[in-house]
T-cell receptor, first 114, second 110 residues
């Protein structure tokens, strides 16, 4: 299993540009999430999904869109990038139900918005 | 929302020393995880421990859910233990909505 994979690893954008951060998992997990990590801080939840076709907002959703058409993929879209979105983005997944709610994180995408 | 506080914020140890990291949370949780973020930024799962005690090698963790705290013990520390340790929790019925603490930055020196 590759686990949770993210692409790209690093991206530089200009203000106003759009892009999609990709996230995929091969563990057949129902739950997937996106977090951002700013310097010196813990991670904050952007959006999450409890299954294909179902998404909801987290703590800091403004400026980001998500969709979930398959169990495996959960892309994060920035429609018009702003310098405040400079951050490291982590995708996570976990299985639904059962006694173990461990979340598994991808390696992250570093985004710089100029 | 739920508050998660970690202490100490920074910790410097000599190799071989032991340490205890603490995580306090403000509400009842059904999920508590400890992570190690290494110097390359990778988040590594250490423990899923909403209650009770677990051990994995030199690391162990204890969560006392009724008193709303968790402890991470590192024994015989090594330089590879350096990085930031995060505690993250979620409330019952909140799917995968983890709330993270601000972390404890650990530096282990020779």
């Amino acid at each position: 299993n590759a686990g949770v994979t993210q692409t790209p690893k690093f991206q530089v954008l200009k203000t106003g540009q759009s892009m999609t951060l990709q996230c995929a998992q091969d563990m057949n997990h129902e739950y997937m999430s996106w977090y951002r990590q700013d310097p010196g801080m813990g991670l904050r939840l952007i959006h999450y999904s409890v299954g294909a076709g179902i998404t909801d907002q987290g703590e800091v959703p403004n400026g980001y869109n998500v969709s979930r058409s398959t169990t495996e993929d959960f892309p994060l879209r920035l429609l018009s990038a702003a310098p405040s979105q400079t951050s490291v983005y982590f995708c996570a997944s976990r299985a639904a139900g059962g006694p173990d709610e461990t979340q598994y994180f991808g390696p992250g995408t570093r985004l710089l918005v100029l | 929302g739920i508050q998660v506080e970690q202490s100490p914020p920074d910790l410097i140890l000599q190799e071989g020393a032991n340490s205890t990291l603490r995580c306090n949370f403000s509400d009842s949780v059904n999920n508590l995880q400890w992570f190690h973020q290494n110097p390359w930024g990778q988040l590594i799962n250490l423990f899923y421990i909403p209650s009770g005690t677990k051990q994995n090698g030199r690391l162990s963790a204890t969560t006392v859910a009724t008193e709303r705290y968790s402890l991470l013990y590192i024994s015989s520390s090594q330089t590879t233990d350096s990085g930031v340790y995060f505690c993250a929790v979620s409330l019952s019925g909140t799917a995968s909505k983890l709330t993270f603490g601000t972390g404890t930055r650990l530096q282990v020196t020779l």
